[in-house]
């Protein structure tokens, strides 16, 4: 179970995570390969919470995303993720969000 202090925290992981692939140029991420990622840094996650937590930062318009649904297996896809000025604000500290942890 995935409490808000720990949904606070990963939403300023994710977002972190997006800005530093932004910075840097990098091939848009996806809703899997950010999951790998938060894994490989010890978080204790699965794509449905990955696709939760960029949904949040979604509604909060602190990042973008297109959604691809696939008809035929009623699965769907989060791809070309990109931090908006807003994420970034958060990020430098500019700004802040009481809904977004960020160390």
């Known amino acids: 179970m995935t409490g808000p202090q720990q949904k606070r925290r990963l939403r300023g992981v994710v977002l972190k995570l997006i800005y530093e692939n932004h910075e ?3 091939h848009r ?5 950010l999951t790998g990622v ?11 919470l990955v696709r939760e937590i960029l949904q949040d930062l979604q509604e909060r318009r602190l990042i973008n995303f297109d959604l691809e649904r696939n008809r035929v297996t009623g699965t769907s896809a989060i791809r070309q993720i990109q931090i908006t000025p807003g994420g970034r604000d958060i990020i430098e500290k500019t700004s802040s969000n009481p809904a977004v942890e960020v160390e």
């Open 29 to 33: 991420l996806d809703d899997v390969t």
């Open 38 to 48: 938060l894994e490989r840094l010890q978080f204790d996650v699965y794509v449905n």
């Open 24 to 26: 840097s140029q990098k």
